[in-house]
T-cell receptor, first 115, second 113 residues
Framework: GAVVSQHPSRVICKSGTSVKIECRSL??????MFWYRQFPKQSLMLMAT?????????EQGVEKDKFLINHASLTLSTLTVTSAHPEDSSFYIC???????????FGPGTRLTVL | AQSVTQPDIHITVSEGASLELRCNYS??????LFWYVQSPGQGLQLLLK??????LVQGIKGFEAEFKRSQSSFNLRKPSVHWSDAAEYFC???????????FGKGTLLTVNP
């Protein structure tokens, strides 16, 4: 149980376009979802925390107007990278929590490449 | 603020040898502690976790970790490493009302035949 999926797994886009990444909890209700980014050979850095039906809380240094997060239901959160630039190329990982101990369950990640 | 230190960036062991990956944390209360493994280009796989109770935690793939409050440590161990264990290992600490996780920088494990 406690499976989280992400779509797409890989995306390549042109600079200046917007990209949407979906994160779904498949077998539990994720009252809170988290978005991380991971640069090559580095650790995961938390970008934002979102609670269902509320605005996301962004970590310091993360541009909320560039990384739009929507958590419209208990099973779906989306991250939209607006006006993407090559420096936004990264591995984006989501997680959901809503079960005992608020444990986070991670999705498989989305590799974004901006040309 | 919570933080995690993984002192070893890269460790190389021979197949069949024992392994210990170090993790030290800073947290103001009783922490939730996790070890994850990540293969190249893949997501995170949970190896084991500590919430409370027995301080020696057993995980998947033959891994175990011991929570030592006095040393603020949660080191990961395996008695005999297999070539398939080569990967990046992340220690994480969680807590707070949103149970945000803070990750260490990771330890890359190389296994020699």
């Amino acid at each position: 149980g406690a499976v989280v999926s992400q779509h797409p797994s890989r995306v390549i886009c042109k600079s200046g376009t917007s990209v949407k990444i979906e994160c779904r909890s498949l077998d539990f209700q994720a009252t809170t979802m988290f978005w991380y980014r991971q640069f090559p050979k580095q650790s995961l850095m938390l970008m934002a925390t979102s609670n269902e039906g509320s605005k996301a809380t962004y970590e310091q240094g993360v541009e909320k107007d560039k990384f739009l997060i929507n958590h419209a239901s208990l099973t779906l959160s989306t991250l939209t990278v607006t006006s993407a630039h090559p420096e936004d190329s990264s591995f984006y990982i989501c997680s959901g929590s809503g079960l005992a101990n608020n444990e986070q369950f991670f999705g498989p990640g989305t590799r974004l490449t901006v040309l | 603020a919570q933080s995690v230190t993984q002192p070893d960036i890269h460790i190389t062991v021979s197949e069949g040898a024992s392994l210990e990956l170090r993790c030290n944390y800073s947290y103001g209360a009783t922490p939730y502690l996790f070890w994850y493994v990540q293969s190249p280009g893949q997501g995170l796989q949970l190896l084991l976790k500590y919430f409370s109770g027995d301080t020696l935690v057993q995980g998947i793939k033959g891994f175990e970790a011991e929570f030592k409050r006095s040393q603020s440590s949660f080191n990961l161990r395996k008695p005999s490493v297999h070539w398939s264990d080569a990967a990046e290992y992340f220690c994480a600490v969680g807590g707070g009302s949103n149970y945000k996780l803070t990750f260490g920088k990771g330890t890359l494990l190389t296994v020699n035949p």
